[in-house]
């Protein structure tokens, strides 16, 4: 079954069952893969539907970080809720170590030596943790590793 029919039968699902969030959830993620598709003119594959939902829960993760400081905890616990329906979709994610033993491996292979090579290795590390790890989190172990 592809992503897209996956996220067409979690949708009916979350309907019947009426759970509001996840049903809200799955058709923001539909909607931003259909506006997508309309754009250009292409049929999503489950590779890219994977970056959507990447760029969905970053988004989500950024607006925690606004409605904290607003003092918003309903929308942070609201927020938390849809994070946690979106990484259902995505692929195991890496824990820091992971993440850490990858740049360590990546910063051999590309040579580098200090923080002038960052965008070397930041751009070698990426499609190895692609959909698996945020790219926040890898740009500051790759800034912690460098120094």
Do not use: H, W
Request: charged share 40%; no cysteine.
């Amino acid at each position: 079954m592809s992503l897209k029919q996956k996220l067409m039968e979690d949708l009916k699902v979350s309907m019947r069952n009426k759970d509001s969030i996840r049903k809200n959830t799955i058709t923001m993620v539909r909607a931003a893969i259909k506006q997508i598709e309309v754009d250009e003119r292409v049929e999503l594959d489950d590779e890219k539907i994977l970056e959507v939902i990447s760029k969905q829960l970053k988004e989500r993760k950024n607006a925690i970080e606004d409605f904290k400081k607003g003092e918003r905890q309903d929308l942070v616990d609201l927020t938390e809720k849809e994070i946690e329906i979106l990484l259902e979709y995505l692929p195991k994610q890496l824990t820091e170590d992971e993440i850490e033993k990858i740049v360590l491996e990546t910063i051999d292979e590309v040579k580098a030596e200090s923080m002038k090579d960052i965008g070397l290795v930041m751009k070698s590390v990426m499609p190895k943790v692609k959909g698996r790890a945020d790219g926040n989190t890898v740009n500051k172990i790759v800034r912690k590793t460098l120094k």
